[in-house]
């Protein structure tokens, strides 16, 4: 089959201006005989209560470390927590204040030298009066020493369960429930430079996190886990989880290949599966964590080298039912690959690059399930990549509202698969199918190592920022359309028909969009074909209707508009077919031509809209032909030059005055 899907739409541009202006929930031991069911509900999270609101810490406060030292009781269930807040002042500041829930009761609050200061604790936010002013600039620290049984909110918090008769805690904070066990800036915008936990779990309970365990304490029946993690984090991706779990460790080692390109690497893999259940192993080719070997590899040559590999990578159970990218150490319910996937791509997108506000969420789980189909593409099991891909695309066509969420307290809303992962994950499709392979991959490295995104935060201005500078396009239209303003997708209709003339054969196919406004503006694949051959063009599609010619040196006998589902679109394209195209002079006739000061027009469709063109495609005349499909224009007093006749059916003919 010839195609020139290869070109990207840099290649149209010369023409045209560029648009210018699975989570899965099954259990992990599933029969090896068994075919696996891809998920039907994919929210990301389950939510479980409703969301709390933003964040009230100070804004004119840089978190620059959270050390948080945790004792977790399990008679009754209960959290003792001391919290040694660090920071700098960005503006001359009295009081610092941080996100909180009341559930935790403060006992005190001290300076570094152990000096108590006043504060107050209502509506979640610990207000502190500091000793002295601080001038911006300097640096802030307190510690807060604090108890209690914090509240399950937002999609989770800190949870107390059960697994197998064992006791398990874990915490999923994404995105307003970190204030529910420990005090900081429960807010995206704010990464701590680092952060250390110590974590005392009732033996035989193994307590894991983000980061490097750094020491473990005996403490008689109780062990105290020490981990450190020392890249920039989001509040809302430091975690814990404890269990009786077994634990298996891997190596990765960069592949040759990408060692060539990115320099080599051994990255310790942790893996913390519930005691007897064989996460690890798995027992279905499609699950298991140690899978995360054939993932690794995939994610590294599409999004470069892993952002945190001073430290590690692995997966922690716990019961939420879904699963969350916290950083370095991915919580998972369930051991399936693309799940698996999904996690690790977040490591990039979401973790490396978090989002500056929750209305950019796309920037996190878009990417994440672009890694997700991605691996599937190039793994063992490529019908799993068309089942997927039918799953989310069809999902894609159900999203409600803007891809940029408009309402960031309805946790349900936020975290819809339908918006902010599936269609979210067409958009990176369409840009693909835009700039071409070559562009696109390298789009996704840029990003992935945007030096002013990198280890921060990121707005959905910021990528469109990168992909304009590595295509070299003008990518607002786009954006508006399909992620910041615009709702919907194209619904097309085509008419095509043929005629053989000396060189072979010419096909004429009309595209019409026929859904309400607005009108989309994209490139479309148009394929003719007869049996085994088959002809692909790109046309730059911008109007509700328009005609294109394809040549051809074989009989047409169908015509298809993206076949391979570049864009998002309705999924029925309705196609009539015509025995022969006639030519454009049996539509269309004009005389005199060349004219002077008036032209006759009669076009074959009455009462058609017929416009006269100038060579910068804006009309210069526009009238509606009469019963019999005639009209005269005054053309008097244009420039002379070369001008279109077109109609509303999109037939055109050339005039010169």
């Known amino acids: ?29 599933i029969p090896a005989d068994k075919a696996v069911a891809w998920p039907a509900a994919e929210h990301k999270h389950a939510v479980r209560t409703s969301a709390l609101p933003g964040s009230r810490a100070s804004t004119s406060f840089d978190a620059v470390h959270y050390g948080l030292d945790f004792e977790i009781s399990l008679t009754p269930n209960y959290l003792l927590g001391v919290a040694v807040v660090t920071g700098r002042a960005l503006d001359s500041m009295s009081e610092l204040a941080l996100d909180l829930d009341e559930n935790m009761q403060v006992d005190s609050v001290t300076t570094a030298a152990g000096e108590h200061l006043t504060f107050s604790h209502a509506d979640q936010t610990l207000r502190i009066q500091l000793a002295t002013p601080a001038a911006a600039g300097e640096m802030v620290r307190v510690t807060v020493h604090y108890q209690g049984l914090p509240r399950e909110s937002g999609l989770a918090g800190f949870v107390f369960t059960e697994v197998s008769g064992n006791p398990a805690v874990w915490t999923l904070s994404e995105p307003y429930g970190a204030r529910t066990w420990w005090p900081g800036r429960d807010h995206p915008s704010d990464k701590a430079d680092s952060v250390s936990l110590a974590i005392t779990v009732p033996k035989p309970m193994t307590a894991a996190s983000n980061g490097l365990l ?8 109780r062990r105290r886990f020490r981990w450190e993690h020392s890249y920039p984090i989001a509040s809302y991706l430091v975690s814990i989880a404890a269990g009786v779990y077994d634990i298996n460790y891997q190596i990765y080692d960069r592949p040759p290949d990408l060692a060539h390109d990115l320099g080599p690497l051994s990255l310790p893999m942790e893996h913390y599966s519930y005691a007897g ?36 990578y692995g997966h922690a159970q716990f019961t939420y039912g879904g699963a969350m990218e916290h950083q370095t150490l991915s919580s998972m319910t369930t051991n399936y690959q693309g799940t698996m996937a999904h996690e690790l791509a977040h ?22 399930t672009f890694g997700e189909l991605a691996y599937w593409k190039e793994s063992a099991f490529p019908e799993v990549y068309q089942q997927v891909f039918d799953i989310y695309y069809n999902r894609a066509l159900e999203a409600q509202g803007t891809l940029v969420v408009q309402d960031t307290v309805d946790v349900t809303g936020m975290f819809a698969h339908s918006r902010v992962y599936s269609k979210g994950w067409m958009v990176l499709r ?13 789009l996704m490295r840029a990003w992935a190592d945007d030096p002013q995104a990198g280890f921060g935060v990121a707005s959905t201005s910021d990528f469109q920022r990168v992909a304009e500078t590595v295509s070299g396009l003008d990518l607002g239209t786009f954006f508006r359309q399909w992620v910041t303003e615009g709702t919907g997708f194209p619904v097309y209709a085509i008419r095509w028909g043929k005629r053989a003339d000396v060189n072979g054969w010419v096909t004429e196919v009309t595209v019409e969009q026929t859904q309400p406004e607005p009108v989309f503006q994209m490139p479309l694949d148009l394929r003719v074909g007869s049996g085994s051959d088959s002809e692909n063009v790109i046309v730059f599609n911008q109007s509700r209707l328009a005609t294109y010619f394809v040549r051809t040196d074989f009989e047409p006998a169908t015509v298809e508009l993206d076949p391979e589902r570049w864009v998002l679109r309705a999924p029925e394209v309705l196609v009539t077919g015509l025995e022969s195209a006639p030519k454009p002079s049996e539509l269309l006739s004009v005389y005199p031509n060349p004219a002077r000061s008036r032209i006759h027009v009669h076009a074959a ?12 495609g804006r009309v210069i005349r526009r009238e509606r032909g009469n019963a019999s499909g005639q009209v005269q224009l005054d053309v008097s007093g244009l420039p002379p030059g070369v001008y279109a006749v077109r109609t509303s059916r999109g037939t055109r003919l050339f005039v010169h005055f």
Not at 351 to 357: A, C, E, L, R, V
């Open 1 to 29: 089959m010839r195609t020139r899907r290869a070109a990207s739409l840099a290649v149209l541009a010369a023409t045209v201006a560029c648009v210018a202006g699975v989570e899965a929930r099954q259990a992990a031991r």
């Open 214 to 221: 750094i020491g473990t304490d005996d403490l008689g029946d």
């Open 277 to 312: 259940n064989g996460a690890f192993e798995g027992n279905h080719p499609q699950f298991g964590f140690r899978f995360i070997q054939d993932i690794f590899p995939v994610m590294e040559r599409w999004f470069g080298p892993y952002p945190f590999a001073r430290e590690k």
């Open 347 to 368: 490591q990039w997108f979401g973790d490396k690059i978090s989002p500056g506000s929750w209305r950019d969420l796309w920037l996190n789980e878009g990417f994440a």
């Open 430 to 442: 369409m840009l693909r199918g835009m700039l071409g392979e070559f562009q696109f991959a390298a």
């Open 605 to 616: 469709e009455p009462r058609s809209v017929i416009e006269l063109v100038d060579g910068l």
